[in-house]
């Protein structure tokens, strides 16, 4: 006699606006369930009175995850099948949800994953965007210095960046992206992606400040912002070019280019040369 299947943890990604975009598997599990984890329970019954779904509902957010966590397992271990959802999306994914699968997993339960909608992979379809690399950052930091700092920090990462932000901080983030990186960079600002008001816009990064100006519906909603990698320079490499500006992290520009030209093999008047117009602009 085989022994009976483990209890799992079901992750269901469910739409982030329009509610035609889930799937059928994730209605199937949802409706077999008998505890839905959920990010917000008022949000998640729009959701879940839509598809004419009952299963009891658990409050897991950032403020009270661990305890939640505890929760979970002490359903999993009475047998019970449980699912969790977020907001929007994907729970863990710039959403709570992944301190409490950490500790399901820790208890020996497992996770199933049901993929679904997700706001950076949107954007990204819709952006044209062809570099092969994309680096997803998520939400920046609040406070304006750490922001700024973050920024400098992906300054020579070689992909497109990703970046969720919040409409009451939109434009501050545009302007030091703006300010910050090169201004051959380009951007494409997604805000209410699969809802009624949704916009897409590529432009150079340079003018993204003045488009988001021009019309406070520009400033309203969720958005993804998707900034281009940087510009490449003759005669120097993307890796080359990430090694040079770590360096100038650190140290004066003639001794950058040196200990750069050791490590790269890339002459040293070229870094020299490169480096002036990093520390220039």
């Not at 994309?134 to 992909?159: D, M, N, Q, S, Y």
């Not at 951007?187 to 488009?211: G, N, Y």
């Not at 406070?216 to 040079?244: C, I």
């Amino acid at each position: 006699m085989s022994e009976p299947v483990k209890p799992a943890l079901s992750i269901v990604a469910t739409p982030i606006g329009n509610l035609g975009d889930i799937t059928l598997r994730a209605l199937e599990v949802l409706r077999a369930v008998e505890v839905i984890a959920c990010e917000d329970t008022r949000h998640a019954r729009r959701l879940l009175d839509h598809y004419e779904i009952r299963a009891q509902l658990l409050a897991v957010h950032e403020h009270n995850e661990q305890a939640a966590a505890e929760k979970l397992i002490a359903l999993l271990a009475a047998g019970k099948r449980v699912a969790m959802i977020s907001d929007a999306g994907t729970p863990g994914v710039s959403d709570p949800g992944a301190r409490a699968v950490s500790a399901v997993r820790t208890a020996g339960f497992a996770v199933t994953p049901l993929p679904g909608p997700n706001a950076a992979i949107a954007a990204l379809s819709a952006a044209g965007l062809d570099h092969p690399a994309f680096h997803f950052v998520g939400f920046l930091p609040a406070k304006v210095g750490a922001r700024r700092t973050a920024i400098e920090a992906l300054k020579p990462v070689a992909a497109t960046l990703v970046f969720y932000e919040a409409p009451h901080r939109i434009e501050e983030t545009i302007t030091d992206l703006a300010t910050l990186l090169e201004a051959q960079r380009e951007i494409v600002i997604a805000r209410e992606l699969t809802k009624l008001f949704e916009e897409i816009v590529r432009l150079p990064l340079s003018e993204a400040p003045a488009w988001l100006a021009a019309d406070e519906n520009h400033r309203r909603g969720e958005f993804v912002l998707l900034v281009s990698a940087p510009p490449q320079h003759e005669g120097l490499d993307a890796a080359s070019e990430k090694v040079l500006r770590i360096l100038l992290t650190e140290l004066p520009v003639k001794q950058a280019a040196k200990l750069g030209s050791e490590i790269t093999g890339v002459a040293k008047n070229d870094l020299y040369r490169r480096a002036l117009e990093i520390k220039g602009g």
